[in-house]
């Protein structure tokens, strides 16, 4: 494996511990709200997007985009506040900021860059986006 899926998999078991993550998954990302039932909200996917490089003598510094959605779902059972909506988000990142290098050999650290929480998507459903930016070292042995 590439540590990219090193990376992926080793945030997937981390954000399981999460006792309310009733879904989390990167393999399976799920597109339209309606993807989504019940039993699986509150949710979590994520994915990898572009990977940025800096070149250094012996090395390269790779930065690498992970994009984490929580989606959330109001329910006759579960009514879904902004503060609960918020809350999650801040759990994510407290859950992260734990073991920043994820625990990985060449991992620097996954470093927080934003967070889009949108509360006027069409009901029942809340989502809010956590950006980070995996940066990690590679060996090579070119010039």
Not at 15 to 37: H, N, Q, T, Y
Not at 63 to 80: K, P, R
């Amino acid at each position: 494996m590439g540590i990219k899926t090193d990376i992926l998999e080793a945030l997937e078991l981390k954000l399981k511990e999460l006792p309310w993550a009733k879904s989390v998954e990167w393999k399976r990302i799920r597109l339209m709200a309606g993807d989504f039932a019940d039993h699986d909200v509150p949710a979590i996917q994520f994915y990898a997007g572009a990977t940025n490089y800096t070149h250094f003598i012996g090395r390269l510094e790779a930065s690498t985009e992970i994009s984490i959605e929580l989606v959330m779902m109001q329910t006759s059972a579960s009514v879904v506040e902004p503060q609960d909506v918020m809350n999650y988000a801040e759990d994510i990142e407290l859950k992260i900021g734990e073991s920043p290098n994820l625990g990985i050999p060449g991992m620097v650290h996954l470093k927080y860059l934003s967070d889009e929480i949108d509360l006027h998507t069409i009901e029942p459903y809340y989502y809010v986006r956590l950006t980070f930016a995996a940066i990690y070292h590679k060996r090579f042995s070119g010039c």
